[in-house]
């Protein structure tokens, strides 16, 4: 399966195993996640070359390009996952710093590396990840971000129990390359309603009510669309915007996705992203043509005034509102998942590949190396 460009890696590693946390070492907040009963037996298969791989019910698609320094606390979080039934399709983007060598640190036959021989850009290889998936969901996880260690366990409990739901997303932990909490970004749920809403598809084109990142949907309806390749920004939210106008979807509303959007979110960046968003409207012209050219119009406004906020040197004042304060049961949550994390990279990696905030005198002192 997938194109001759996208070469894969994938073999045992004899005497390998998943990272268990004993229950000494589960901090506080971690088991109250984890619900017990839901992770199942992995199912295995031969992989490429005979090894032994896995053949997942969750895969999680990985795009990479010159992302080897962070890549050690994203592949951690997926082995501290209190799910164990998934998969890790890597696709290295053609970069240039090595991060095969990361994946052979890990030494996890569950990660499925693919090469690109060039950069082909991160919808061309999101694309590649998603045609090779082999589980009955696909979720999402950039190598500079990380995900709580419950985040599966809920999603699949949640989508096994709501079989018509086809893609369900979850808050937003806005964090920094350095592993501290900025802020949230959570779905509000109205007055009377539960923790799951499932919504109908869209009707027509807008911002969509829920995070890409975050989300597990299912392959098949996933496989009904394809990533924009054409965009080198934005691929995602284009992506999602069809999604959610063709299938259902809910969100849960608390964080369970370490985004590090703040440090990487500069006005260039922005104005990129915009572009593509109302190029992305424009193309529903001819289904919708009033309302893709107004909201076309008003993405057009959005960057006139993000330009003039930038210029005027208000550009915190624009990132801090793109995400609220968060609660203190979130912020506990945040710091139990970065710990557990911390506590996976530790047994994973050597410590000279991994980040050296995480790693530092203030996690030790606080006994979390």
Known sequence: MGAPWAKEACAAVPGEAVVVLPPTAVPAGYERRSAPGVARAPRTSLGAGGGLCMNPLVSI??????AAPTLPIALASLRAQTYQEWECVFVDDGSTDAPEDVIAAAGDARVRRFRLERNMGRGFARQVALDNARGDFVAML???DWVYPWKLERQVQTMSAVPDLALLSTGLAIATPDGELLGVRCARHR??????VVRPPLKRPGTSLVAFAPSVMRVGAARQLRFAEAYTAGEDA???????MRHSFAVLAEPMYAYTEAASVTPEKVSVSLRAKRAQF???RREYPVCSRVLAAKTSVKAVIYRA?????AWDWVIARRFGDPTSEQRQDFEAARDAVVRSA??????????ESWTSQKLAAQGKV
């Open 61 to 66: 698609l990985m795009p990479c390009y010159n």
């Open 142 to 144: 950039d190598a500079d």
């Open 191 to 196: 007055a009377g309603e539960g923790p799951v």
């Open 238 to 244: 284009d992506f999602l915007v069809r999604f959610v």
């Open 282 to 284: 424009l193309e529903f």
């Open 309 to 313: 906020l930038s210029a005027v040197g």
């Open 346 to 355: 530790l047994a994973t990696f050597d410590h000279k590949m991994l980040p």
